[in-house]
């Protein structure tokens, strides 16, 4: 046989001289990095594919684990072996069903830009293309800022110490002379466009173009109009509603999107994001006057005060540069409904700690204090304290105590904190404090409107509600939250119980921490299901919420696969499909959290069993199979086989690229595996040269490259010898339906790499 010029001592010799692997990412070992010339070029290369094993539970099935300091080393793939055959496409090609079924060209491409551009009309279109991004670095559309204090720049706090009260020096200046008065006037119009918004239509009166465009332009003329003391409380009462209605309205187009679609970071709905979430913090930073959120006063003068070009200072006399002196301007001003609101918006967000941050500071101001520490505002802040669980009782509880005795006889504590102290109470396992409160605000209230011979308005019962379903979630005594729950099925209250997922999910938690009884977390689970299915409510939603939850805790209380599990797994089966018929984001679930057993058996039982049921199975099923076949020893073979898989499924959702989430999950089943082998690293390698100029776009193209290299360094070595890799047993002629990149096609060109 012909020796082919590269030789495993010449790969050795090429790779010899990369630094070995740190201890963190020590999966290969220096065996397995002298044998990388696998995925180089050899004839008469051909590698097998086969359908799926189809094994049923065994607890006597092994795994194996592979150390960090032994690995198989690649197969010698590259030497002649005719009896196995190619990676190859041998089912027929799917039909697209955006085209019709004919293979994806540019004229395609272009009529699908002429429909976007035909659909400008809608709502969701004006958000597509508007570019919510400011210069000047006063806003980012990036998700670096997380949090209060690393949001961007702060008008207020820079100013404070430097700028003068310009509520004084325009004092006899009538309104129109002013030099921001065309400033002043377009941020009253942008508010103006502020109204009610349908949650259920998405609609907004005077329609969704004017709104976000004023969402777009106000921030900008808030930092210009900061140091005048022109946004008065007011104005900034109805920024924050305009803000969060836009967060509503976000949140309202997301959900008109597909299930699990994918989130590129530079989409037009992540930048409106990004925008809504730092102009909130930004505001909040200012009220608080929170100087570690501005870059420096300095700056900031220069760039908005003594310039001669700021408009705020190039048409009136009476105000110039010369009147600039040390003088401290007040924060801007809220009123206790506008900090309601906007912590109110801290939630619609998740920024639980940025608002924890944000309430510290305030509440430490002594101008502040009573503000920070009023009544709605303690309520709306005190729901997100309690979500974090870090929150001082005594010190909420003296509040408390503090806003009751304030109160006259027949004056009456707001309903939001009151159910508020309830949770914080149920937290602290302060149970009987919580029921008193309870009390307060379901018979007492009710007594009180039977004396007036009325019915309480439906707000008032909404609040009853939600004090009920606080003991279902909150209370860490299970007798006591289990009452609550059962109460609900029944629907003997005075107002309504519904059972909400979110609800049920801390009441299994609760129990199964508090309990460690995992047949009373069933119980829970069943119940609710069947409360779901009885009446009609269930939803891909619900199943996906309510079994991740659950099946945390069954394999939290089966953390090893032995014969006990798979019993209790078929039980579990068997439970599910009696109540419901299977679907998609139950196996989603427990294909994912089943990685824990590492158990190929189990893996390849599960595949089986969701074929038996043959449910409709969108793409993220298959990333998730996929994503799952790296924890355990699956032949390189079937990984193919699943890798087509979820090829063919976007196909059929009308894809034209590899995202994110698919090449992540094959990275998860090949080189990312934690059974890691020479084999997986060839395929992982041959179906990157494949499939590279069909990813996305240039940018994540080097980010794959990048991680990869990062999780091992001696992978640049392929890298730079890609042409080199052997891709021609590989076939995938499902690619054709998508389109190329053809910024990657010429990055490889110009290093004379053919793809």
């Known amino acids: 046989m012909p020796i082919h010029p ?9 790779i010899r001289n990369v630094p070995h692997i740190s201890s963190h990412t020590s999966k290969i070992s220096l065996q397995s990095c002298l044998t990388f010339n696998s995925v180089f070029q050899q004839p008469n290369e051909h590698i097998g594919s086969s359908n799926i094993a189809t094994p049923t539970f065994s607890s006597s099935a092994t795994t194996k684990t592979t150390t960090s300091s032994s690995l198989p080393s690649v197969a010698p793939s590259l030497v002649t072996n005719p009896s196995k055959p190619s990676f190859s496409s041998n089912s027929n090609t799917p039909r697209r069903k955006s085209n019709g079924g004919s293979a994806r060209s540019n004229n395609h491409n272009n009529n699908n830009n002429n429909n976007h551009r035909n659909n400008n009309n809608t709502g969701s279109n004006h958000q597509q293309k508007r570019n919510f991004h400011t210069s000047q670095n006063r806003y980012s559309n990036s998700n670096t800022t997380s949090s209060a204090k690393t949001s961007n720049t702060s008008a207020a706090s820079a100013a404070s110490s430097a700028l003068p009260d ?15 008065f065309k400033q002043l006037m377009a941020f009253d119009e942008c508010l103006a466009h502020n109204s009610f918004f349908d949650p259920k239509t998405g609609d907004v009166p005077g329609g969704t173009a004017q709104f976000w465009d004023s969402v777009e332009k106000i921030m900008p003329l808030y930092d210009d109009l900061l140091i005048t003391g022109e946004l008065n409380q007011r104005r900034i009462d109805e920024l924050i509603s305009l803000l969060r209605n836009g967060l509503r309205m976000h949140r309202f187009e997301l959900s008109k999107l597909k299930k699990n679609i994918d989130r590129d970071l530079n989409s037009p709905l992540q930048q409106i994001q990004a925008y809504l979430k730092n102009s909130i913090i930004k505001i909040s930073n200012d009220i608080v006057n929170d100087e570690s959120s501005s870059s420096s006063s300095s700056n900031y003068i220069s760039n908005s005060v003594s310039s001669a070009t700021n408009p705020l200072f190039s048409l009136n006399k009476t105000i110039t540069t010369n009147n ?6 007040n924060n801007i001003k809220i009123s206790s409904r506008g900090l309601t609101n906007l912590f109110k918006a801290f939630t ?3 920024l639980i700690d940025e608002a924890a941050i944000i309430w510290n500071k305030g509440k430490k101001d002594p101008k502040l204090y009573d503000l920070f520490t009023s009544e709605s505002v303690l309520g709306s802040i005190l729901t997100l304290l309690v979500e974090n669980k870090e929150f001082n009782f005594q010190e909420i509880w003296s509040i408390y105590e503090t806003i009751k005795k304030s109160k006259n006889e027949n004056d009456i504590i707001h309903s939001e904190l009151q159910v508020a102290m309830i949770r914080a109470c149920l937290l602290k396992n302060k149970t009987e404090k919580a029921l008193e409160i309870f009390k307060e605000i379901t018979s007492d209230v009710l007594k009180f409107y039977s004396d007036k011979n009325s019915s309480p308005p439906v707000a008032v019962k909404n609040y009853m509600t939600m004090a009920h379903l606080s003991f279902i979630g909150y209370c ?15 629907n003997q209250m005075p107002y309504l119980t519904p059972i909400q997922i979110n609800y049920v999910k801390k009441f299994m938690s609760n129990t199964w921490k508090n309990t460690k009884d995992f047949n009373k977390v069933s119980q829970i689970w069943v119940s609710t299901w069947k409360y779901f299915e009885n009446n009609k409510k269930s939803t891909t939603a619900i199943s996906s919420s309510l079994n991740d939850a659950y099946l945390d805790i069954f394999f939290e209380k089966f953390d090893n696969f032995n014969n006990e599990a798979a019993i209790e797994l078929k039980k579990l089966l068997k439970n599910y499909s009696e109540i419901k018929s299977m679907d998609e984001p139950f196996f989603n679930c427990l294909i994912t959290k089943s990685k824990k057993w590492e158990n190929v058996n189990v893996f390849q039982s599960i595949v089986k069993v969701a074929d038996l049921y043959n449910f409709p199975k969108t793409n993220v099923y298959h990333r998730c199979v996929l994503k799952a076949s790296g924890s355990v020893e699956l032949p390189i073979d079937e990984i193919f086989v699943l890798f087509k898989r979820l090829i063919n499924s976007n196909i059929q959702l009308g894809s034209n690229h590899l995202t994110n989430a698919d090449w992540f999950a094959f990275r998860d089943a090949t080189i990312h595996s934690k059974f890691l082998d020479g084999e997986k690293i060839d395929l992982y390698f041959k179906l990157f040269k494949v499939c590279c100029k069909h990813f996305l776009n240039l940018q994540n193209f080097k980010l794959y490259m990048n991680l990869d290299i990062g999780l091992d360094q001696r992978y640049r070595k392929v890298f730079d010898e890609f042409q080199r890799v052997n891709i021609d047993d590989v076939n995938l002629k499902e690619l054709q339906w998508f389109n190329k990149c053809n910024a990657i096609v010429k990055y490889w060109n110009n290093r004379g790499v053919d793809i």
């Open 348 to 350: 619609d967000m998740g």
């Open 324 to 329: 600039i002196t040390n003088v401290n301007i």
């Open 6 to 14: 590269l030789t495993i001592s010449t790969t050795a010799a090429m």
């Open 476 to 490: 860490q005594d299970f007798e006591t939250a289990n009452i609550f729950f059962n109460d609900s099925f029944e």
């Open 166 to 180: 310009f509520q004084k020096l325009t004092k006899n200046v009538p309104k129109h002379n002013l030099p921001y």
